[in-house]
């Protein structure tokens, strides 16, 4: 009937922002009827439909052809009005493909003919243009009158559009209040119409602002919310995985930020968004760098560099300047010409508003004028770098810190540079505390990595020995200080976790019968990646703790007889401090790097002998090669400490790869008692945890046993044919014990037994992984319980044998972080905790455990029980293998 097209049309144009795909139907059913109608102005706006939906999905190209047609069918026709807005949304099109003069034309084009509302759209698009360009101080008056305009005319969705853009604009310039606000209400605006999609994209922006305040858990979970919507509608939102991007190297979770940088440059190079795939490649340059590949940093900074020059993009440019000046830092040039070049950088990133990139810049120029003796340079750049001290992002702030010190170094005030790094290790301490999430937590210490490394430098080159055990305190293993990580009562993240252990079994099964798991496989996937984000935003605990490294005298005190090692890496160099009743002591002892090819050769000939595979003369050569690793460790690591050593037993805290190696298996460590502990003031505290009770009445005299049997617990996992006897032999020794085995031995079950129990023992597989550790996991009846299930416990158990392979392994990040089973344990209380560090065979751990049990019975220290059980050990060349793969962690 007549003028059905231009109703269809209509209609097309209101669903475009808010169902893209429904507009689409609807625009092309205008479009016929447009045809057989012979009406202009309807096909106009059909057209006009298709492209705003088009740029919805992200098909920027489809959306410039059908605007452009919009245009052509309107100036054909002679609709001068329609063309303009025609105009008006391709140079939107336009700026969002980088093309700006080409936008402004547009918009140019357009202006004479518009009126009243229309113009206030067109004038909204310029300032975005102008947004885009970084001509920040033009679009923010460009917004300051149109929004009145669009409040006048009750255009709710347009007024929200522009305080969605001028609130970028405000995180862009720094102004983080003002970006919230404008952020928040723009998201609000936009819930009360109805519009889902323009919501998503608020919050993803609102995550940007949060991670800048330093609020990350609200961050993440505004980031979540965004994705849920975008997965439920199918859509792959390239521009929100540039934000994310942005959240995740904030948290410093690199390998993460890095795969999520090139998905976002993939996404946005196929999509022809040109300006978000310049932002990308900066993020993924920052990522790359961060992860130690120079060379992807350089080519990254490289393409963005050449896509802000083709946009005339001078503000954005000056970043990508900034990008490939970090890279030749890190790359070790130190010449005038990288001088000259900083300097400049910095200057240009100040006057655009880059605030913490013209500070890092301005650090690199100072850093490398006093590496070239000019030191009045240094001074110069250094001093407008400290006065970001107190306010802004943690990243700037902690910078400045190292301005600070790096200022008063420079004027020779070594005492006054100490001051600053400790000032601002604290101020990282309270970011911290507000984390939560042991992920986050973790990841934290990459900030101080600066700071801290410089405290140590000082302390090196003074060769003072307290000094170096403090700043490796300081930075060390922070995040494990005892820390409620989540409510117990998450009842989401239970069933996320739930529901990975039925699709865990359900995997199994299908291996078993040989069936495609690919589905499996992808939902078992998707399952860790929700726990992982939901597990983000656990709530911190709200308690700052000012310093972890403990007194020295309490030190001396806790360890008796023992002797501390606390190993040091500083550029590529180790050293050890040893602290022992008497005094405390610093060595030198050589190269990271011939270490790191040792432990290789150890712990591959240990699997080898332990599991016997091969042939005679097979493992006769891993037997040579396991000795030979051996000494050439012992002769880096233990040798130099000799004189301080003597015949003590040990308390080792390891650094970096060291934290995977079987002690026990070092010449010197044979028949040593020996811990392992993530740092002094962890080992410390363990010490000071109570002991297990003392005997029950009718316990032989004489004798203090690992704990009363109503306090211990015997856990046996599925598929080890060996796991169910060996607890059964250890309930004859602890007759009152809780015993779960078979189907009794579930998740729920285990986990409730464990909480805050004296002792266990958990007989199961084990498996850490790698790629995420937080799912680290020992195999139970029902599925695996891992790192996460562990930390809804109220308490760790006092003490804890695992005899699971890999169990004791950990994931070490800057500082020594560690993440993985053990990690968890000590965060909830854990006094000592026995397990492997390597796969070994369920056949040779039985009878080490029995031993080892008779031996904590009889009243040994954990450490003391095992060192005595792998001597005894020794006999049998595989049973010695598996032995020394267990490590006693913690107070020992």
């Keep these: 009937m007549p003028g059905s097209a231009a109703s269809i049309a209509a209609r097309a144009m209101e669903l475009s922002g808010v169902d893209p795909g429904r507009a689409r139907v609807t625009a092309a059913e205008a479009l016929r009827e447009a045809r057989a109608e012979h009406d202009a102005a309807a096909a106009c706006m059909a057209e006009r439909a298709l492209g705003l939906a088009a740029r919805q999905a992200f098909e920027i190209d489809s959306a410039l052809g059908h605007l452009r047609r919009a245009v052509r069918i309107a100036e054909r026709g002679g609709l001068v009005l329609q063309a303009a807005q025609a105009r008006v949304q391709l140079s939107g099109i336009l700026a969002v493909r980088g093309e700006f003069p080409a936008a402004l034309r547009e918009a140019d084009r357009a202006s004479p003919t518009l009126r009243g509302g229309d113009l206030a759209l067109l004038q909204a698009q310029r300032a975005f243009i102008l947004q885009m ?105 390239p521009v929100g995985l540039r934000d994310r991007c942005e959240a995740l190297l904030a948290a410093r979770l690199v390998a993460e930020a890095r795969r999520t940088a090139e998905q976002a440059v993939a996404g946005l190079a196929a999509r022809g968004l040109a300006p978000f795939l310049a932002e990308a490649q900066l993020l993924l340059s920052e990522a790359a760098l961060l992860d130690g590949d120079v060379a992807a940093a350089r080519d990254a900074a490289t393409a963005a560099r050449k896509g802000f020059a083709g946009q005339r993009r001078a503000r954005f440019l000056a970043l990508a300047r900034s990008a490939l000046l970090r890279v030749a830092w890190a790359s070790g040039e130190r010449s005038p010409r990288l001088l000259a070049d900083a300097r400049r950088t910095a200057r240009a990133l100040a006057v655009a508003g880059w605030t913490v990139p013209a500070l890092d810049a301005r650090l690199v120029a100072a850093q490398l004028a006093l590496d070239l003796g000019r030191v009045r340079t240094a001074r110069a750049e250094l001093a407008q770098a400290t006065a970001a001290r107190q306010r802004g992002p943690v990243e700037l702030r902690s910078r400045a810190w190292h301005a600070e010190a790096l200022l008063r170094l420079a004027g020779g005030n070594r005492a006054g540079a100490e001051s600053a790094l400790r000032a601002g290790v604290r101020m990282l301490g309270r970011y911290r505390a507000a984390l939560g999430a042991t992920e986050l937590r973790a990841s934290s210490s990459m900030h101080a990595a600066g700071l801290a490394r410089l405290g140590l430098r000082l302390a090196l080159a003074d060769g003072d020995a307290r000094r170096v055990l403090r700043w490796a305190e300081r930075w060390r293993a922070s995040s494990l200080q005892p820390h409620p990580v989540r409510p117990p009562g998450d009842r989401e993240l239970a069933g996320d976790l739930a529901q990975l252990r039925r699709v865990a079994g359900e995997l199994g099964e299908a291996v078993q019968a040989g069936r495609d798991t690919a589905r499996l496989r992808a939902r078992q996937a998707a399952l860790e990646e929700a726990v992982r984000r939901r597990a983000r935003q656990a709530p911190a605990a709200g308690l700052y703790q000012p310093g972890v490294e403990p007194a020295l005298g309490s030190l001396r005190a806790a360890l008796g007889e023992r002797a501390l090692v606390e190993l040091v890496e500083l550029d590529g160099q180790l050293h050890a401090v040893v602290v022992t009743a008497g005094r405390t002591r610093l060595r030198p002892l050589g190269p990271v790097g011939q270490v790191a090819g040792e432990l290789d050769g150890l712990r591959f000939a240990l699997r080898r002998i332990a599991h016997g595979h091969g042939g005679p003369s097979s493992l006769d050569a891993a037997a040579q090669a396991l000795a030979a690793a051996a000494r050439g460790l012992d002769d880096l690591l233990l040798d130099p400490l000799r004189p301080d050593l003597g015949d003590r037993p040990l308390v080792v805290v390891p650094t970096g790869a060291l934290h995977a190696l079987p002690w026990p298996a070092l010449p010197s460590c044979a028949g040593r008692p020996v811990a392992v502990a993530p740092s002094a003031a962890l080992w410390c505290a363990a010490t000071t945890r109570p002991h297990p009770p003392e005997p029950v009445p009718g316990a032989p005299a004489g004798t203090r046993p690992a704990a009363a049997p109503d306090r211990t617990v015997l856990v046996a996992g599925p598929g080890l044919p060996e796991a169910a006897a060996e607890v059964a032999d250890l309930h004859d020794r602890y007759p009152g014990a809780r015993r779960l085995t078979g189907e009794a031995a579930t998740v729920h079950a285990v986990a409730g037994a464990l909480d805050g129990v004296a002792l266990a023992h958990v007989a199961a597989h084990g498996r850490f992984r790698t790629d995420n550790p937080l799912f680290s996991a020992l195999e139970l009846a029902d599925g695996p319980l891992t790192v996460y299930d562990l930390e809804a416990l109220r308490a760790a158990p006092l003490r804890l044998v695992l005899a699971a392979c890999d169990a004791g392994l950990s994931e070490v990040r800057p500082g020594d972080e560690l993440m993985g089973l053990a990690a968890a344990l000590f965060t909830l209380g854990m006094r000592t905790m026995i397990a492997s560090v390597l796969p070994v065979p369920d056949t040779a751990t039985r009878p080490l455990m029995l031993a080892l049990h008779d031996r904590l019975r009889a009243g040994l220290e954990p450490a003391d029980a095992l060192a005595g059980v792998q001597a005894g050990a020794a006999a049998s060349a595989s049973s010695w293998a598996a032995s020394v793969s267990f490590v006693c962690f913690g107070a020992g």
């Design 133 to 237: 360009q970084g001509r920040l101080a033009d679009a923010l008056e460009g917004y300051r009158l149109v929004l009145p305009a669009f409040r006048r005319s009750g255009d709710t969705f347009h007024e929200a559009k522009a305080l969605h853009n001028r609130g970028l604009l405000h995180y862009h310039l720094g102004a983080l209040g003002a970006a919230e606000v404008d952020l928040a209400r723009a998201a609000e605006l936009w819930t009360g119409l109805g519009n889902q999609r323009e919501t998503a994209d608020a919050d993803q922006n609102l995550g940007c602002v949060l991670v800048r305040q330093g609020r990350l858990p609200d961050a993440l979970a505004r980031f979540d919310r965004a994705d849920a919507y975008f997965a439920a509608k199918g859509i792959l939102d």
